[in-house]
């Protein structure tokens, strides 16, 4: 009998915890919204580079139609809303001619349609080639997926077009030993990926890189960058490289879902003018005739592979002639724009303690005094709430 009410008896957490997990929420939040707080619609800010967006199966149903954080929240507020993390290149789409009568209550001057946006099954709630919502009504035990950094679908493991699971690059933990995946349909569009060497493939999936030939590998061994010789300090040379890339860019691959519009400066400055002039490919063949044919397997990469493409004018033209020039740009990743978001958190926590120490330096002797009685009283009463006697 003493097992019989166990499983009625709430499990009890302390304040600390309490506290911990609501910041871990708070901080997973700002990282999926990127530091928005939802107070403006992002329209103004035309095409953005990669921000988190929401679909609104209640206004539209066939999921041709994106909204940013704000709308969401102040637009759609009680609406059916799939939460869709983030999307490149993207305008919010709230109020235009896809939501029929219904008007955008932050900004309702918006074109008729944003031309340059991209949707695909994501937009109706649905992901991976399966086409099933996430979470799954029909599953117990609802299973991580990967997203793909080209048509940024997410996709489950048995579904990559692998024989095993095993063959994903995980570490001892069990946790991914790769930067980024590219799903099986997209390495087609960027097969030459795998003239490159060993070093931008994460463990497991090196053998992708077999069919480079002898050539190729040796001219990699010290592979030129943007600039010269070497790995990249930093991604200047790639962050020019690509805003000038995607001015004329177009729409992305037609496997993706977003288009090539960047609201970023294209100003060129000495590095980009360099990397014009740098007309010898690196990998010394002939990209679109020697890249193999690609077997539909899907690509992990290494930490840093961007740094090691080539930036020769030939390769400029493939990816524009392809829609792939965001792949050059290190800002377009997921990694780059939680780093934004934890900055954007650490700067608002900073002012927000700076505008309770002001506040607290404008009172007079007396309020002072009576606030830090206040909270002395408060903890000696909490206290002896908590503690057992």
């Known amino acids: 009998m003493d097992g019989v009410f166990d499983d009625e008896v709430e499990q009890t957490v302390t304040i600390d915890e309490y506290l911990k997990n609501v910041e871990a929420e ?5 990282l999926v919204l990127g530091g928005d707080e939802g107070n403006e619609c992002t329209y103004n800010m035309g095409y953005m580079k990669r921000q988190a967006i929401f679909s609104c199966l209640s206004c539209t149903p066939d999921g041709n139609a994106g909204v940013c954080t704000a709308c969401s929240l102040s637009c759609h507020d009680g609406h059916e809303i799939v939460e869709l993390w983030t999307k490149r290149n993207f305008r919010c789409d709230c109020g235009n001619s896809k939501f029929g009568e219904n008007f955008c ?3 309702a001057k918006k074109d008729v349609e944003n031309a340059e946006n991209s949707y695909n099954h994501n937009f109706k709630g649905l992901y991976c080639s399966c086409d099933r919502p996430y979470p799954d009504p029909d599953v117990e035990a609802q299973e991580e997926m990967i997203q793909c950094i080209m048509c ?6 048995e579904h990559l077009g692998l024989e095993s699971s095993n063959e994903i690059p995980r570490d001892e933990e069990g946790e991914p030993f790769y930067e980024d995946f590219i799903c099986k349909t997209c390495s087609a569009v960027c097969s030459f990926l795998t003239l490159y060497p060993k070093t931008i493939w994460a463990s497991g999936g090196e053998d992708v890189a077999t069919n480079s030939n002898a050539k190729d590998k040796d001219v990699l061994e010290d592979i030129p960058t943007a600039c010269g010789f070497g790995k990249l300090e930093n991604d ?3 962050k020019n490289s690509s805003q000038k890339d995607n001015a004329t860019a177009g729409k992305a691959s037609a496997v993706g879902e977003s288009s090539g519009k960047n ?10 003018k360099d990397i014009n002039l740098h007309t010898t490919c690196v990998l010394g063949v002939d990209v679109e ?7 539909g397997k899907p690509l992990f990469l290494s930490k840093n592979w961007r740094d090691v493409l080539c930036r020769c004018e030939k390769c400029l033209d493939m990816y524009n002639q392809k829609q792939i020039s965001y792949l050059l740009d290190k800002e377009d990743t997921i990694v780059e724009y939680e780093k934004m978001a934890k900055q954007k958190r650490e700067e608002k926590l900073q002012q927000q303690e700076g505008a309770e120490l002001s506040f607290f330096n404008k009172l007079g002797h007396i309020e002072k005094v009576e606030i830090l009685n206040g909270i002395a ?4 009463e909490f206290r002896s709430f908590v503690v057992c006697p």
């Open 152 to 157: 940024e679908d997410w996709f489950h493991d």
């Open 377 to 380: 009283d408060f903890k000696d």
């Open 105 to 107: 209550k932050i900004f």
């Open 236 to 238: 200047i040379c790639a």
């Open 263 to 272: 609201s970023g400066s294209n100003n060129p400055n000495q590095c980009t």
């Open 26 to 30: 708070e901080l997973n939040a700002d």
């Open 289 to 295: 005739v020697t890249s193999p044919v690609s077997e």
